[in-house]
């Protein structure tokens, strides 16, 4: 069964711009401290590096803000990373590979950038994958803290929205949305082509009429 090895994290949220490292060990797993100590905000990383593209689920305004201190005065680069290592000693996870690293970098312009093994890949790809290994983000259902009662005060439209997030139906939606734009481009696509061809049609004709 895939899981989690290590997380890597730097410049996110709560977590400045020096590398946080969290291990972790296969089976339950228990993580304590204080209130505002950034436990939640592990859970958040990992949604993150997984592909996670609502900045509300990860419990913030904006991808931007997911830039430790993005506001401030530091001076270099402002970005965050996120580095997951999976144990795929089982292969569910398509990489001939024990261990599979992925990586997210977002830049201050909400910019991202994915890598599996250091290799540069985009996200659908990455969703893609650990789907395939029931470990992508329809599978990690997971309720923030302070959400029940969030709920409790939410609008109904509010109360769909999350429930769909808890689910993983919003991840379905977003599915959807891609196949019908890819389907809408081969259309055009095929229109163009279909038109192209009816001049092509019309000048072979009219030379066939002058020979």
């Given at each position: ?5 290590k997380v890597d994290i730097?410049?996110f949220?709560?977590f400045?711009?020096k590398?946080t ?13 204080p209130?505002g100590?950034g436990?939640?905000n592990?859970?958040d990383?990992i949604?993150?590096?997984?592909g996670?593209?609502k900045?509300?689920?990860?419990r ?12 401030g005065n530091?001076?270099?680069?402002k ?5 997951i ?17 992925l990586?997210r970098?977002?830049n ?6 994915y890598?599996l093994d250091?290799k540069?890949?985009n996200?659908?790809r ?5 789907e ?5 983000l329809n599978?990690?259902?997971s309720v923030q ?5 969030r ?6 439209e509010e109360?769909r929205k999350t429930?769909?997030?808890?689910v993983?139906?919003s991840y ?6 891609e196949?019908?734009k890819?389907l809408?481009?081969?259309d055009?696509?095929l229109e163009v082509?279909l038109a192209?061809?009816?001049e092509?049609k019309?000048?072979i004709?009219?030379l066939?009429v002058?020979?």
């Amino acid at each position: 069964m895939v899981h989690i090895k290590k997380v890597d994290i730097f410049g996110f949220k709560s977590f400045g711009f020096k590398t946080t490292s969290v291990n972790f060990e296969p089976g339950l797993v228990s993580i304590s401290g204080p209130n505002g100590s950034g436990k939640s905000n592990i859970l958040d990383a990992i949604m993150f590096a997984m592909g996670e593209n609502k900045a509300r689920v990860m419990r913030a305004p904006n991808l931007r803000e997911l830039i430790h201190d993005i506001e401030g005065n530091r001076h270099g680069p402002k970005l965050t990373r996120v580095k997951i290592q999976f144990d795929n000693s089982d292969r569910k996870i398509p990489v001939n590979s024990d261990s599979v690293i992925l990586t997210r970098e977002m830049n201050d312009k909400g910019e991202s950038t994915y890598y599996l093994d250091s290799k540069k890949i985009n996200r659908n790809r990455i969703l893609d994958l650990f789907e395939m290994a029931n470990a992508g983000l329809n599978q990690l259902n997971s309720v923030q803290q302070g959400t029940v009662t969030r709920i409790s005060e939410f609008t109904n439209e509010e109360k769909r929205k999350t429930i769909e997030d808890i689910v993983g139906l919003s991840y379905f939606d977003e599915k959807k949305e891609e196949s019908i734009k890819q389907l809408t481009e081969a259309d055009q696509r095929l229109e163009v082509a279909l038109a192209r061809m009816g001049e092509v049609k019309k000048q072979i004709d009219e030379l066939e009429v002058e020979r």
